[in-house]
């Protein structure tokens, strides 16, 4: 029998970000030194009163509700209350292995567009042809920071004023380490009300902004904005699958509907894994600390960072959150073309050829491949030994906190020069 394969999915490649994690750990096996500044996994330990409540319902084996435990959902909701002042309920919530699974399920479910601005995570595009649904980018800019603005939104709608839309906004962004100031966060809200859009404000970085000045959309645009988030960012649990929506009450209508959904897919979530998320949402004075500590260590790397590729002419967003840098190369484009270096994927891959330093090209985030550009992931160290460092060393420096980052990106600017 031949193999058959649905056209929409036969197109598709393995998602980047895992692939060049497995690549480059195929590299270390093979006894080679690599850097690994591709792949966006937090370098903290899960705080230890979390991994506590872990172990204390190790035992817990049972079916959980497919909306998720109604304790957890409660300590979610009462999260978003304490730390953005919404106005939430545990209805509101759903519960899903990770919110990458429930971007998906929500782009399977609503009819419409998705709108995706230029760059945005790699996984959104490739969900939206899975769901069979049309997606478009949305041009962003170098004096935006590469952060969608409304006037191109604006523009975008009034072609075709009453489509069904989903506009899927990450910030702080992955690639670009920047994110929304709150007059643009008003703005956009402004338009999307207008146009009745859906907006799926993914703020999966939001606890790790690296003043704690985040901004939600969702104060400006409550009826239309679902805010998706987990544990993996802020709490260091990518492995652990655990991810959130929170709904505005006009939408559970929309919730119910993922949950039926839910339910002919992944069911619910571990049950050891909810019960320990209700202790880490919580919060409380060790989880905040934690926190606390995990965004000045950020801060100080991604500052150094940033300051090595300026003065390389290397043009670059400046860092407010998360864990990433998009650094751009135009500067050296003539001489990357003598050898034979015409796109993005060309050079990350002489890149690690050369240098041992791995980043990803941004190609994988919507950019055309003569785009010169590369998201860098500054996640390479030690997590445990950092935040032990930021409290214990007053003057502490980047070089302290994350030695082989801040090797990585001196190779790069080497490299290049």
Not at 78 to 93: P, S
Not at 342 to 360: E, F, K, Y
Not at 367 to 383: H, I, M
């Amino acid at each position: 029998m031949n193999p058959s394969i649905t056209t929409h999915v036969s197109g598709l490649k393995p998602s980047a970000t895992l692939a060049i994690n497995e690549q480059c750990n195929a590299l270390i096996e093979e006894g080679k030194n690599v850097i690994k500044l591709g792949f966006g996994q937090s370098p903290f330990p899960v705080p230890q009163v979390v991994i506590e409540r872990l172990r204390q319902h190790a035992h817990e084996k049972d079916y959980l509700p497919v909306k998720g435990l109604y304790a957890l959902r409660e300590a979610v909701a009462n999260y978003y209350q304490r730390t953005l002042k919404l106005d939430c309920l545990a209805e509101d919530v759903l519960i899903g292995p990770g919110s990458k699974e429930l971007l998906f399920l929500i782009q399977l479910i609503y009819e419409g567009e998705a709108l995706l601005p230029q760059p945005s995570w790699v996984s959104y595009a490739p969900q939206a042809q899975l769901a069979h649904k049309q997606h478009h980018w949305l041009p962003t800019f170098a004096e935006d920071h590469y952060m969608l603005n409304a006037k191109t939104l604006r523009a975008h709608c009034e072609q075709q004023p009453d489509q069904k839309r989903i506009l899927i906004l990450n910030y702080p962004s992955n690639p670009t380490g920047a994110t929304f100031d709150e007059q643009t966060v008003a703005e956009l809200a402004e338009v999307a009300r207008e146009f009745n859009l859906l907006v799926i404000s993914d703020e999966i970085y939001s606890d790790v902004h690296h003043s704690g000045q985040h901004t939600t959309l969702a104060q400006h645009y409550p009826e239309g904005t679902i805010i998706s988030s987990g544990l993996s960012k802020w709490c260091g649990a990518g492995g652990w699958r655990l991810g959130t929506f929170l709904f505005p009450k006009e939408l559970r209508w929309l919730l119910s509907h993922m949950a039926v959904v839910a339910s002919e897919t992944f069911t619910s979530t571990s049950a050891p894994i909810q019960y320990a998320a209700i202790r880490a949402f919580q919060g409380g004075a060790e989880i905040d600390e934690y926190v606390r500590k995990s965004r000045k260590v950020l801060a100080h790397v991604a500052l150094r960072a940033y300051d090595i590729l300026q003065e390389s002419h290397i043009a670059c967003p400046p860092p407010a959150g998360g864990f990433y840098l998009m650094p751009t190369f135009d500067f050296y484009r003539d001489s990357l073309e003598k050898k034979g270096i015409h796109g993005s994927a060309q050079l990350c891959q002489q890149l690690l050829q050369d240098t041992g330093v791995a980043l990803l090209p941004l190609r994988d985030f919507g950019f055309p491949e003569s785009f010169l550009g590369a998201r860098l992931s500054y996640v390479d160290f030690d997590g445990a030994q950092a935040l032990a460092l930021i409290e214990e060393k007053p003057e502490v420096t980047a070089e302290d906190l994350a030695p082989r980052v801040i090797q990585g990106v001196q190779l790069i600017a080497d490299w290049l020069s």
